[in-house]
């Protein structure tokens, strides 16, 4: 069996495992099948992290549409009036017989919609604790439209840090304070200093849905035009973990804000994140049938996880030989086997140029080859670690070169092992503190517990 064999066996084995199942291929219930997507349209799964930040870390989100100036797209329309969670605006589509208990009423109580709607497709999230201010803002840039970045990314657009006494009146500017400039009244334009502290700004940009479809904030939005896979939800999560890092943070220094941080740290908040799609009380809170209203079913996601976790050991030793040959690569040795193996080359060349050295030599030949900047000491490295993690499981063919497809190595540099080590790191609190209060935070959500001060998290 070689390499490109595992997909195709792997999937005949889960539909074995799920021949009796209620999932269309028979192999259980697919995490980007349409009968999954159905319960997570994309402004309920917003609404989503809004109920977590609320009942996670005591924080307030609003949302509106970015002003056009504030955006890298342009667009126009008018700006929407962000209002709190569990406000009175709701849109026509959160009919009381979609929402589930004490839900907030979805996307509809995040944002007042008004006759005629927007055409903007990025939308503001102001992110404020009851003690400690305004804590930042995140731009959601979620739908896809021609000649957009194709990925999911966060980006960071400004770090927090402490500002200098001097320069405080500067960047906020005379006579303006903090509720004039957040309800766009005076100078235009997002509060930039609040307390002494420079406020973060994020942008979270992805691709859900199809590509005409109407705002998820928009009064013309249709939920079933705009549907997310489950695999879509965690990396939502996920990256709004990343955001959550940035805003939470208070460094001294922009250089150390957020996900400005440790290899062995950066990606624990978007991990620990990704771990409330897989619990059925979070997603009960606002996962709903786009159709019906209905929350994802129990079997549902059993079945997606029990899919999930069918190979979860392979997985695990393909992200070890990942990180392994990302930290070897990046190494001491390795850089001086390369460094010593082009030296040799253009001891070579030189050799060559003043004729000590047929130029048609086979020696010259191999040498170039394997002395040209290293590449067969880049390639052998790659198959001795295949071979060492994973002799039999997944076997290394040869005269392949894998790493050709493992994009991280030229943004990583030696810190791609974080994946697997955060995954570690996002499982202690949820362990430690019973996922932080779940039961209150995944029922019904009662009335807000008092919560320690935001600054304990994820600084």
């Known amino acids: 069996m070689e390499q490109w064999d595992l997909p195709y066996y792997m999937a005949k084995a889960k539909e074995l495992k799920f021949a009796n199942s209620g999932g269309s291929g028979g192999g259980g219930y697919d995490r980007g099948a349409p009968e999954v997507a159905a319960y997570f349209p994309l402004d309920r799964c917003v609404h989503g992290l809004a109920l977590l930040c609320r009942q996670l870390f005591d924080v ?18 008018v700006r929407l009036a962000g209002i709190g969670l569990g406000g009175p605006a709701e849109s026509s589509r959160d009919s009381s017989s979609k929402r589930g208990k004490g839900d907030g009423g979805g996307i509809g109580s995040l944002v007042r919609s008004f006759s005629g709607g927007s055409t903007v497709r990025v939308q ?8 400690e201010g305004p804590l930042g803002y995140i731009y959601l840039d979620l739908q896809p439209r021609e000649h957009k970045y194709g ?48 406020l973060p700004v994020v942008a979270l940009v992805m691709n859900f849905g199809a590509p005409n479809a109407a705002s998820f904030a928009s009064p013309h939005y249709e939920p079933r035009e705009c549907l997310l896979g489950h695999t879509e939800v965690e990396t939502l999560f996920h990256e709004f973990g990343h955001a959550l890092h940035s805003l939470l943070s208070r460094t001294r220094f922009q250089h150390l804000s957020g996900t400005r941080t440790a290899a062995d740290f950066v990606e624990t908040p978007s991990q620990l994140l990704e771990h409330f ?27 997606m996880a029990t899919s999930k976790h069918q190979h979860a050991a392979l997985d695990t030793l393909h992200q070890v030989l990942l990180s392994l040959y990302d930290l070897e690569l990046f190494g001491e040795a390795t850089a001086a086997k390369v460094r010593e193996s ?36 880049v390639a052998s490295l ?78």
């Not at 503001?124 to 003690?131: A, D, G, N, Q, V």
């Not at 790191?425 to 935001?454: C, D, H, L």
């Open 342 to 377: 082009h030296f040799r080359h253009l001891e070579r060349l030189e050799e060559e140029k003043h004729g000590l050295v047929r130029a048609n030599s086979g020696k010259l030949e191999a040498i170039g080859k394997d002395e040209g900047g290293g590449a067969s000491i």
């Open 382 to 459: 790659a198959h001795d670690l295949h071979e060492e993690v994973m002799p039999t499981c997944m076997p290394a063919p040869r005269g392949t070169h894998w790493v050709a497809r493992f994009g991280h190595l030229t943004s990583y540099g030696a810190t791609y092992y974080g994946y697997l080590y955060d995954k570690v790191s996002s499982i202690q609190p949820t362990g430690n503190y019973e996922w932080w209060g779940r039961q209150k935070i995944m029922t019904e959500f009662p009335p807000k517990a008092a919560s320690p001060p935001v600054l304990n998290h994820l600084t």
């Open 151 to 198: 990925h999911a990314a966060h980006f960071t657009v400004r770090c927090g840090c402490v500002t200098a006494d001097d320069i405080i009146g500067d960047m906020q500017g005379e006579g303006r304070d903090e509720e004039e400039v957040e309800s766009g009244g005076g100078n235009s334009g997002p509060l930039v200093v609040y307390d002494g502290y420079q």
């Open 60 to 77: 307030e989100v609003t949302l509106e549409d970015a002003p056009p100036e504030e955006t890298w797209c342009g667009g126009g329309g």
């Open 277 to 303: 799609v897989w619990d059925l009380r979070s997603l009960g809170a606002f996962s709903r049938h786009y159709a019906t209203g209905e929350p994802l079913p129990a079997a549902m996601l059993e079945e």
């Open 124 to 131: 503001k999230m102001s992110l404020r604790h009851p003690t």
